[in-house]
């Protein structure tokens, strides 16, 4: 058996203990704005944080987890114009009680969220978050307001080998549960 079968034969075994792995230490939940028309969004883009993965494999290991599962809900990047919301995350730290930054337009005066125009304003948390816990937000450009935030806690370490397949797989348990579901219709009396 050559070297190339065998690593064929190896990979997919590595990617299902890496998923195993998170599935039994990883938490994930999700918050987001229940005045939020999610229905409306169609166009998305990324918007750099402070805090994103150090190791180049984690950082395209997650944005093309997550385009890849936007796509196939039907959202397209926004190319040459504002998008109906943009897409960020970040990365925890080593240290367990790492500083996170949450945007819920306190307006501190200290925006947070780099390259886009009407940047919400955020302010600094302590937080006892995990080191290795990845934090995806969803930002409504309109409002400069965070709609949408998904958290795997203790997903990955940057630093292990397969820290890129474990990035890839919180990935998609977060930005699977987007878009939230629609609220239930009032009934008619």
């Known amino acids: 058996m050559s070297t190339f ?3 064929l034969l190896i990979a997919p075994l590595v ?3 890496a998923c195993a792995t998170i599935a039994t230490t990883a938490t994930t939940r999700r918050d987001y704005d229940r005045n939020t028309d999610f229905a409306k969004y169609k166009t998305y883009a990324w918007v750099g944080t402070k805090t994103q993965a150090t190791s180049p494999a984690v950082d395209q290991s997650i944005h093309a987890a997550v385009d890849k599962s936007l796509t196939m809900h039907g959202y397209k990047k926004a190319t040459g114009k504002t998008p ?3 897409v960020a995350y970040h990365v925890t730290g080593p240290k367990a009680d790492a500083h996170h930054y949450t945007d819920w337009n306190m307006n501190t005066g200290a925006s947070y969220y780099e390259g886009w ?3 919400p304003d955020t302010y600094r948390i302590l937080s006892p978050a995990h080191a290795g816990t990845l934090i995806l937000d969803v930002i409504e450009p309109g409002r400069g307001a965070l709609v949408w935030r998904g958290v795997a806690t203790s997903a990955f370490d940057e630093k292990a080998k397969d820290s890129a397949d474990k990035a890839t797989v919180a990935a998609n ?3 699977g549960m987007f878009p939230p579901p629609p609220a239930p219709a009032a009934k008619k009396q």
């Open 5 to 7: 079968q065998r690593l």
């Open 15 to 17: 990617f299902l203990t």
């Open 84 to 86: 109906d919301f943009y």
């Open 117 to 119: 125009p009407n940047n």
């Open 173 to 175: 348990m977060l930005i």
